[in-house]
């Protein structure tokens, strides 16, 4: 399980580790939707478009990792290598991103307090780059809800 934890309030930077051992770094953009993922040293720019529901990852060359659609939708959906991977919402009143495989929910993403900012992952079958990508992905939607954009 991965879990998100942001070391200042004043930075828009979450240290990712599994099992307290340090694994990656999401860093949300400030001004647009979107950030870096920082995994084993290498950094995969995220970018967003303008309403913040269609989110891409590309690797230090430019070239497409992962791209999430219809993020804040109740369904929404993360391709990566051929690969599709569905989320859902789990409701309106609980932010927790629900990962499914058919009709068996097998992963989520959760915050892991109403008075911190910290973030928990089980997403089983993802590889750790795309875990990092889902992560920030699902952080950006909660910081423009959060922010009413």
């Known amino acids: 399980m991965l879990v998100a934890r942001k070391p200042s309030m004043w930075r828009n930077r979450y240290e990712v580790a599994v099992d307290d051992r340090p694994l990656a770094a999401w860093d949300s953009n400030v001004w647009k939707s979107g950030g870096t993922a920082e995994v084993a040293g ?14 891409t990852m590309a690797d230090e060359s430019g070239a497409p990792i992962a791209a999430a ?30 990962l499914y495989a058919d009709d068996n929910r097998i992963g989520y993403v959760k915050r892991v307090s109403a008075w911190r900012s910290d973030v928990a992952a089980d997403l089983p079958g993802l590889p750790v780059p795309v875990q990092v990508f889902v992560l920030g992905v699902v952080i950006a939607m909660w910081d423009a809800e959060n922010t009413g954009g």
């Not at 991977?85 to 789990?90: D, N, S």
């Open 42 to 55: 290498r950094r995969y720019p995220v970018r967003g478009n303008l309403w913040g529901n269609r989110f």
């Open 69 to 98: 659609d219809r993020v804040g939708r109740r369904k929404w959906t993360v391709e990566s290598a051929g690969r599709t991977y569905q989320f859902r919402r789990k409701s309106w009143w609980n932010g927790t991103q629900e």
